[in-house]
């Protein structure tokens, strides 16, 4: 005889299935019990798990609603529901539920910390903050929370917070995900480096190890390895991003159809990246390119975001879709090149192009390293910035740019006001090094030749951008400690873009930082006519400055050692005829040589738009491509 199966075997059945990652079994067992017991509620909300987990969002949501009409008063059903709104970007449902969870039960840590997750992606930090503070008064032995609390202290330049949460959380669990990474990234932001170089030998085994330590952009900051930095983007891209959503069909290039490229961003608007690229938008050939602009960055009407948006055929404001929709969209709009202009940088969006929302997909300017994934196909750079032994730590094939990758705005405005160096807070007769780069960027073996100079070269000052409080006193002691008079380091205080451009002529010679070197801030150097000096190492970052300088007509202002730097710098500062011819030189380079040609800098990017899109129509694999000199002017 037949034994029968009772519905707690079956029950316990799904659950093994489910556990075991079998979901297509445990869906049919969960199912089976419904037959009998349509108002199950349990069965209902584990197969609304399951469901999930099968991408079936919609059925999904059925049994989570079904689950909460059987019994109202269960918080698992609407925190479960508000979870798999969460995890399909309807972020206005799932806070809805996440507070319907919080009323049923005030003390539930998973729906706290999640809505503050939300909070956090919408860059609603002080909501966010509030939210984790609460978590961790119901568990204050949570890391998780801390570490999240700490990344919105972050953003909102409450660095010293950020560093306390992040070292709370490390003493509970030094293990978690990406926390080492911001641990010491929160240390070096406030000049904390006592073990700064311990810390970094330490990071880089882990990284080497494939552990999820830090974050690409963190890779970025600290390290002077294309190695590492691949290593990092790899694994960060593997975890987080796992779709590749190949188009099936080729979209082939009609007769007189114009190519559609498509730009994302968060910073279409003052922000470095905005003053940097406005210029294409004015300058790109409409007869022959279609230029859309999606924009999911905060909502500004400053003149950046009023230029870009007035000078292409569609400015799209996505800042409420979710990542599929925004592929979608781009899909149904039949983008040709969708070119990503943050990569792994803060506000990206980089699962649209996971979700492949373009038939190329291409890398620029915002991220300066390999996004690690097998969905970008091209980046953009020169023969500067990836030589061709470091094409082996790029996913992507290489679009080299004749002259340089960075594009510049050759309309920028210099106000016309002469400032004095005592309207500056600076001395009269000093010689002023500066460096306008973010303080970040910062390192220590670069400050340390930094202040080298300053005992070197008498009567010679800092003159640099000021950071948040901590740094600033830290940057004070460090100063002391190298034997060199704190007064010496002078903060320059923050001006709208054109007095920023007008006061460089109060400086004698920009000193770059390294390993992560200027890009907008070198630029605007040059453009105000003051000489940068860099420092060259092996990662794209590292090279920034040195491909700028090679546009510029200045190879003598480029390095290739912490000792050639610091040489440079003093035979400068006490050549004063050397430096004025330099200076000189600067001023006719600007608008003889290809840096600030924006014009000339268009036409080959498009160029290498024509390229790359003929190579798909052809059916070709993307390769590394070389765009000639051209000569518009």
Known sequence: MKKKITVEKIFSLAVKSYQEKKFHIAEKSYKEILKKYPNHANTLVNLGMTLKQLEKYKEAIDCYKRSIYINPKNA??????????NNIDKFDEAINFYKKTIQINPNFLGAYNNLGNIFKNLNEYKRAKKCYNKAIQIDPNNAIIYYNLGLSCNEVGEIALAYKCFSQAFNINPNLDYLFGSLI????????????????????????????????????????????????????????????????????????????????????????????????????DKSNFEIFCFYFGPDVNDDIHKRISNNVDKFINVRLKNEKEIAELSRNLQIDIAVDLMGHTKRNRFKIFAERCATLQVSYIGYLGTQGSKFIDYIIADKTTIPEKNQKYFSEKIIYMPDTFLISDSSKKISEKTFTREELGLPKEAFVFCCFNQLFKLSPEIFNIWMNLLKSINNSVLWILPQNESAANNLYKEATLR???????????????SDHLARHKAADLFIDTFPFTAATAASDALWAGLPVLTRVGESFVSRVAASLLNAMGLPELITYTNKEYEKKAIDLANNTKMLSEIKKKVKINKSTKPLFNTKLFTSNLEMAYLKIYEKYVDNKKPSNIEIKKNTVN
Request: contains cysteine.
């Open 483 to 497: 034997n060199v008079d704190p007064k010496r380091i002078i903060f320059a205080k923050y001006m709208k873009m």
């Open 76 to 85: 698992n059903s609407y925190y479960n529901l508000a979870n798999l709104y």
């Open 185 to 284: 990234q929160s240390k070096h932001c406030m000049v904390e480096w006592k073990s700064f170089e311990k810390d970094l030998e330490k990071l880089s085994d882990k990284i080497l190890k494939k552990n999820r330590v830090c974050t690409p952009w963190q890779s970025l900051l600290f390290f002077n390895s294309s190695n590492l930095q691949s290593i990092t983007a790899q694994t960060f891209v593997k975890e987080k991003y796992s779709n590749n959503n190949k188009l099936t069909s080729i979209i082939i290039k009609k007769p007189n159809k114009k190519i559609r490229i498509g730009y994302y961003s968060a910073d279409f608007r003052n922000h470095a990246v905005g003053q940097l690229i406005v210029g294409l938008f004015e300058l790109h």
